[in-house]
């Protein structure tokens, strides 16, 4: 008697979970749906920056790694279409490309290339037709071993009108262990000039969200979800899910409970709950490649190293101190 009244109160107990599940996950799903035709219609509003560069009639560009000159390489070659970068002049790789295009028809840039270390900085550089003493610069971030599409629109008033040429910059970290990115070969397959449309916007966002930045050697760290420069918190969007995904419920069952047909057992607490848990899942799997990537990294600078080559391995001191890395506190400090 005692299981049979029990395992009728665990079946309805399990198929409340399983209900207040489905509902969140429809719930959160709405949302999304919702925040995106928001999104889309209200961009202009959210991104200002966009604006000249939309209602373009531009197509994709793409020069394959060969047509970049070398301005600043310590050892440079080409092979088929591929640039290689073998050693850095110094600290500091440069390649140019003098092609003249129209800022406003391409708020993106994507180099295609391997072989980029955490170790290494990488920007762009531009000058306008109108003021060719003035260079400019925009910053990649790294993608595996590779870099992310950049939104050149965050340029700003230096990235408008005619440009007359651009140059990519390879130069050593603040870290005074490593150089030479770390002595890997940098392959340039292509340069991609990408006008402005709702996928390469898309690829921006979704790029940005997976690539944050690494954690760094303070002792407080505060890391953003995003880069500089990028177009949206995913923070942000997993609080706005959240805030819609709840109102909805709540507006259902206001609905519902005014029609009299409120017959859900679900209990709009259990829901919630897991309207919150699928929005937590969602902004912490955007930050599991970038874990994988700060553990290999911490491993490369500190594991089984003394003292001195872990302090010089770090970005932090040798960036206060880029001289020397306060060599004369070396090995104890």
Same mark, same amino acid.
């Given at each position: 008697m005692n299981d049979s009244q029990t395992k009728p109160s665990h079946t309805n107990a399990r198929d409340k979970w399983t209900s207040a599940l489905k509902e969140a996950g429809l719930a959160c799903l709405a949302a999304t749906l919702l925040l995106i035709i928001f999104y889309v219609f209200a961009f202009r509003w959210i991104h200002p920056e966009f604006t000249p560069f939309m209602d373009r009639d531009a197509t994709k560009l793409s020069t394959p790694g060969k047509n970049l000159i070398p301005v600043s390489v310590g050892k440079y070659a080409v092979d088929g279409n591929i640039a290689i970068i073998e050693d850095f002049n110094g600290d500091e790789a440069i390649l140019a490309l003098p092609h003249t295009f129209q800022a406003e028809d391409y708020p993106f840039i994507k180099v295609n290339l391997q072989g980029f270390t955490r170790y290494s900085k990488f920007k762009v550089l531009w000058r306008q037709a109108n003021k060719p003493s003035q260079t400019h610069a925009l910053e990649f971030n790294r993608s595996g071993e590779g870099a992310t599409q950049i939104a050149m629109a965050y340029g700003g008033e230096n990235? *408008?009108?005619?440009?007359?040429?651009?140059? !990519? !910059?390879? /130069?050593?970290?603040?870290? =005074?262990? /490593?150089? &030479?990115?770390?002595?890997?070969?940098?392959?340039?397959?292509?340069?991609?000039? *990408?006008?402005?449309?709702?996928?390469?916007? =898309?690829? +921006?966002?979704?790029?940005?969200?997976? &690539?944050?930045? #690494? !954690? +760094?050697?303070?002792?407080?760290?505060?890391?953003?979800?995003?880069?500089?420069?990028? #177009?949206?918190?995913? &923070?942000? =969007?997993?609080n706005l899910m959240t805030l819609t995904g709840v109102a909805i419920i709540f507006t259902l069952r206001l609905v519902s409970k005014y029609r009299g047909s409120l017959s859900t057992p679900v209990g709009l607490r259990t829901t919630v709950l897991f309207i919150c848990l699928y929005a937590w899942t969602f902004n912490d799997a955007l930050r599991w490649h970038a *874990?994988?990537? +700060?553990?290999?990294?911490?491993?490369? *600078?500190?594991?089984? !190293?003394s003292l001195e080559k872990r302090i010089r391995n770090n970005a932090i001191r040798c960036a206060r101190f880029p001289r020397d890395c306060k060599a004369e506190l070396l090995p104890n400090f």
């Open positions: 990235y *408008r009108g005619e440009i007359a040429d651009i140059a !990519l !910059l390879f /130069f050593d970290g603040s870290d =005074a262990g /490593f150089e &030479n990115n770390n002595d890997v070969d940098i392959s340039i397959y292509s340069v991609e000039f *990408r006008p402005f449309s709702p996928f390469h916007v =898309a690829v +921006q966002i979704f790029e940005d969200w997976i &690539n944050p930045p #690494m !954690l +760094q050697g303070y002792s407080n760290n505060v890391v953003k979800g995003v880069h500089a420069h990028g #177009m949206i918190f995913p &923070n942000a =969007a997993a *874990r994988f990537e +700060q553990i290999i990294d911490t491993h490369d *600078r500190y594991a089984g !190293l």
